[in-house]
């Protein structure tokens, strides 16, 4: 039987279908499956920092596509445009757009934001707004640097003002007067420690003393009939009290003689008479006694 295909048939056939292998492999690689039904939308937007082809998109977190062609529009400026495709089953709603967001790794992501408001939905080739989402870095160099630019001189300038106390003769000498005092607390608290030792026990032997007195005293006191001595006292007081006041009355002599005055004046008369009777008497006896000799 004669042979149908030549060699350079063959020859044309393998390169057909390595390219076609080729070219599956390289979909595969850049995670695009040809058998997989998919939808092409248009991102509209004026930076695609980080984003290349089959960079991936994501609704929520969860991948739905990839980028499949990057477009500069050389007629309208700052507009270029991606080409995505998603899932057949991705349907977007109106009004929603998509943020591009550059990852840990340096790579480009493109994130759906979808407009669950709005129950009417995009057809595939549609334009979606696109928008270029701050990154961390971006953020720091924008906000927290300049921030830090102004830090600096103050920073320095406190910097040197440190250095300039550390430096400065007092410190040193206020560290050392701060070592000595603590020394002298340390010498002065092991003398204060061999003084208690020495004589906290004789403190203590004094106070049970003490406190043994304490105790006869207060056991001695338990022993004393105090309601007798009480009684006794009250009763001393009781006759003192009628004894003032019947020495305040007049209903008797001892009264009388402290209350009445004109018996007080009769007597220091009777008195003052009699003084001078005596007197007299010691002056002239001859006049009271005479004397016969028979």
Known sequence: ????????????????????????????????????????????????????????????????????????????????????????????????YITIVNSFLGGGELHIHLNKYVDDYLKPGATIEGRMESDMMQSVQEKILPQVELLLPKIDSILGGLQTLVNHPALAQSLDNIEKTTNSLAVSSRQLNQMLSKDVPGIMGDLKVITSNFADVSTDLKKLDLATTVNAVNATLDNVEQMTRKLNSKDNSMGLLLNDRALYDNLNSTADNASKLLLDLKQNPKRYVHFSVF
């Not at 979909?27 to 695609?48: D, E, Q, R």
């Not at 082809?53 to 990057?70: A, H, T």
């Open 1 to 96: 039987m004669k042979n149908v295909f030549t060699k350079e048939a063959k020859i044309g056939l393998v390169s057909i279908i390595s390219l076609a292998l080729l070219y599956l492999g390289i979909n595969y690689l850049k995670g695009i499956n040809l058998f997989k039904p998919t939808n092409h939308y248009v991102v509209a937007c004026t930076n695609v920092k980080g984003v290349t082809i089959s960079s991936p998109v994501f609704v929520e977190g969860f991948k739905v596509g990839l980028v499949r062609d990057i477009v500069y529009d050389y007629d309208a400026t700052d507009k270029i445009s991606i080409d995505i495709s998603l899932e057949d089953h991705m349907k977007i709603n109106k009004g929603s």
